[in-house]
């Protein structure tokens, strides 16, 4: 609960029963109120009730929500790479640098997400693809499902070809026959820290999508399997190996209740640079932000840029032995759920700070305004992209910025002086 006067207040369970009674029959819950104004929590099951033209629904200056009304865009798994894809052909058609490949015809700036095809639709080319490297590994996912059900993965062609005729006859996914997965190319070279498997959990906050402005918080955390990695294919079967989703974890008979099987992003960051270099640690961490942005980037002109919204994404991140960082996937509610003290205290302070910019000072809510807060009101977030800026600055500043060239006192790091500047997109 948000309190009036800028707090954050944990409820106990029959003081939320009561909010959510209040609301049950919109599936809102009431985060704060006085007699002006109202702060609402929304699923993103009842988001789309809220903005559908059959309710009737109309918000109010006053009234701000969490969820962009399609918001499914990015965190669809078939979706966010659909929009990917057509966001690097646009490039490719305008002539754009960004979407420069190499001479194996990769992109060398916005190849980010593993090779994906959706099923059943596009079967006959994940065929082909499959073919070019039979010893190949893919997992396969549900579009449309969370916290690692449904996954599987495979490395013979003959594992999905029932699937493809008829699911009724697969025992290894749904039993529904219309359910979309997509396949993606296995990432098979994870980097591994004590042998086992991990990714990054990000939180990024979009305040508004035209003009685009976001913001990364620094508290994020990895998520480690409680299994040592190992790719051979005996283990395919064994989610402790290759999942690292907490929801599936947990179960292990290895997990730790005290660390939850997690780090927090700074102590992997003190890991790599230890191990690898400050300055490769660096370019990592700025090609994820990179990435970030360019997801971003890839879904703003497909979404609705609603004036009362704001959302707060998950961004699932997998660095592999190459310190290549790729995007796995985007998730519309990432779990406020603490699985540890630490947790609690992060997810405490993310509530906190995304409030805080939501509804700066805990003044009256006024979707009108220009959504570009005060940095003493940001917390541990900070800005990432704003694209208002950043225009100002030139059409090839995100080009600069990628390929580490020099702009000066804006750009990607201060050469002579060794101190970190902010990079020429942020």
Not at 256 to 276: F, Q
Not at 345 to 367: M, Q, R
């Amino acid at each position: 609960i948000r309190t009036m006067a800028g707090k954050v207040k944990w409820v106990t369970d029959i003081e939320k029963s009561v909010l959510i009674n209040n609301f049950e029959k919109r599936g809102w819950i009431q985060v704060a109120e006085n007699e002006d104004w109202n702060f609402y929590w929304m699923s993103v099951q009842t988001i789309r009730n809220v903005f559908s033209v059959e309710t009737g629904y109309r918000l109010s200056d006053d009234q701000i929500v969490n969820h962009f009304p399609n918001h499914y865009e990015l965190t669809r798994k078939d979706l966010m790479v659909k929009n990917i894809k057509r966001y690097r052909k646009e490039l490719e058609k305008e002539g754009s640098p960004l979407a420069e490949k190499d001479e194996n015809g990769k992109y060398i700036y916005l190849d980010f997400v593993p090779v994906t095809f959706m099923l059943p639709a596009d079967y006959n080319l994940f065929v082909e693809e499959f073919r070019k490297n039979p010893s190949s590994t893919w997992i396969m996912k549900p579009c449309g499902k969370a916290q690692g059900k449904g996954i599987f993965l495979i490395n013979k062609l003959s594992q999905i070809k029932k699937w493809s005729r008829d699911s009724k006859t697969s025992s290894f996914v749904s039993q529904s026959s219309k359910e979309a997965y997509v396949i993606s190319l296995y990432i098979n070279n994870p980097l591994l820290i004590g042998g086992k498997k991990f990714d990054l959990r990000l939180y990024v906050l979009v305040s508004t999508y035209r003009p685009l402005r976001c913001y990364m918080y620094k508290l994020g955390f990895c998520r480690f399997c409680t299994v040592k990695y190992t790719p051979s294919t005996s283990e395919l079967d064994n989610m402790f190996v290759h999942l690292t989703n907490v929801a599936i974890q947990k179960h292990g008979d290895d997990y730790n209740h005290i660390h939850g099987g997690k780090w927090t992003v700074s102590n992997l960051r003190l890991y790599l640079e230890s191990t690898r270099g400050k300055e490769v640690t660096n370019k990592l961490f700025d090609e994820i932000h990179w990435i970030i942005v360019q997801s971003l980037k890839a879904v703003a002109p497909v979404m609705n840029n609603d004036k009362h919204c704001f959302e707060c994404y998950g961004y699932d991140i997998i660095i592999d032995d190459k310190l290549k960082p790729w995007l796995i996937e985007v998730n519309a509610s990432p779990s406020l759920t603490s699985s540890t003290a630490n947790d609690r205290i992060l997810k405490y302070n993310l509530i906190n700070d995304t409030l805080n910019i939501a509804v700066p000072n805990g003044e009256i809510p006024d979707c009108k305004w220009n959504k570009s807060p005060p940095k003493e009101v940001l917390g541990n977030y900070e800005v990432l992209y704003d694209e208002e800026m950043a225009q100002s600055d030139g059409p090839d500043r995100d080009l600069r910025s990628r390929s580490g060239q020099s702009t000066g006192v804006k750009g990607n790091r201060a050469r002579d002086s060794g101190k970190p500047v902010l990079t020429t997109w942020k």
